[in-house]
């Protein structure tokens, strides 16, 4: 089972989030247990204080290391990095970290162990990525309030990609990133909305022309939304060749 352990110091924001669809029922089938935590459950001064002005001047306040250091050595065992066991990881959520990825959720959902590290205010004394966390991971180059937003996609993405999670094993194959590719558009009834139509050869029933449909709309999506992503894939000289022959937008 993987477990995930949340420090932070608003614990009350996961009351509701991991109780809804893949995350519950994994949950529920005992694949996963997540945990939340209060940093505060670490002080030691009568206060409970976990932040500090920084050294050098300027503004906001930086979390400390004690309480960080004291839970991660309560939860996991260990006081450093050096001495985790090879299955847990430890995360600081920080726009400072390298940028969560599909294969990075797919490497992360092997552990045993979590440590999800939220932090606050300027963020938390730099002694803890020195010294105690894995992995130092970004969700994207933007700036949150706070590492929990952040926690919370980690847990979603990584969950999905737990053996037993979904309801069908082939569900994650298809998605997104799996393949190095966007997904291919999906379409439900009815056939015709307002005049715009589903493709024809969805509601033909003609598996092999669905397939190459559905790879050719997947590369044109790519193409259109993220073309940095068809820079790492190997296409096949058809699938260069439909790349050259798309109007970029044109989704028909
Ligand atoms: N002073 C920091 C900087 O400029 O890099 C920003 C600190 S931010 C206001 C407070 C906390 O939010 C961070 O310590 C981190 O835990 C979380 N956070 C903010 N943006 C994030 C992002 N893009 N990915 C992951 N965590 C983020």
């Known amino acids: 089972m993987l ?3 949340i ?3 608003f614990p009350d924001y ?3 989030i991991f109780d809804y669809g893949i995350v519950r029922r994994a949950r529920a089938g005992s694949l996963i247990e997540i945990n939340t935590h209060d940093l505060r459950g670490w002080t030691q001064n009568r206060h ?3 932040d500090d002005r920084p050294f050098g001047g300027g503004d906001g306040m ?6 960080v250091f004291a839970a991660v050595e309560d ?3 260990a006081r450093q990095r050096s001495e985790l ?3 847990t990881r430890v995360v600081l959520l920080s726009p400072q970290g390298c940028v969560f990825d599909q294969k990075l959720a797919a490497e992360l959902s092997e552990a045993e162990q979590i440590v999800l590290i939220c932090g606050r205010y300027e963020g938390v004394d730099e002694r803890v990525a020195e010294r105690l966390t894995t992995d130092e991971i970004s969700i994207g180059d933007y700036v949150l309030s706070g ?3 952040a926690a919370a996609i980690l847990v979603d993405a990584i969950v999905r990609l737990v053996p037993g999670a979904l309801g069908s094993e082939t569900s994650a194959i298809n998605e997104s990133f799996s393949e190095g590719l966007l997904d291919y558009p999906h379409y439900t009834r009815p056939p015709d909305f307002r005049g715009s139509r589903v493709p024809d050869i969805l509601l033909g029933g003609n598996h092999a022309e669905v397939a190459q449909w559905r790879r050719r709309a997947a590369l044109r999506k790519t193409k259109r939304n993220r073309p940095d992503l068809l820079e790492r894939i190997v296409l096949s000289e058809t699938e260069k060749a439909w790349l050259d022959e798309e109007g970029i937008g044109d989704e028909s």
């Not at 930086?62 to 309480?67: A, G, H, Q, S, T």
């Open 48 to 50: 409970r204080t976990v």
């Open 3 to 5: 477990r995930f352990d």
């Open 62 to 67: 930086i979390l400390k290391p004690e309480p």
């Open 14 to 16: 996961f009351r509701l």
């Open 7 to 9: 420090i932070t110091i």
């Open 147 to 149: 590492g929990e937003a």
């Open 85 to 87: 066991k090879n299955e």
């Open 75 to 77: 939860l996991t065992g």
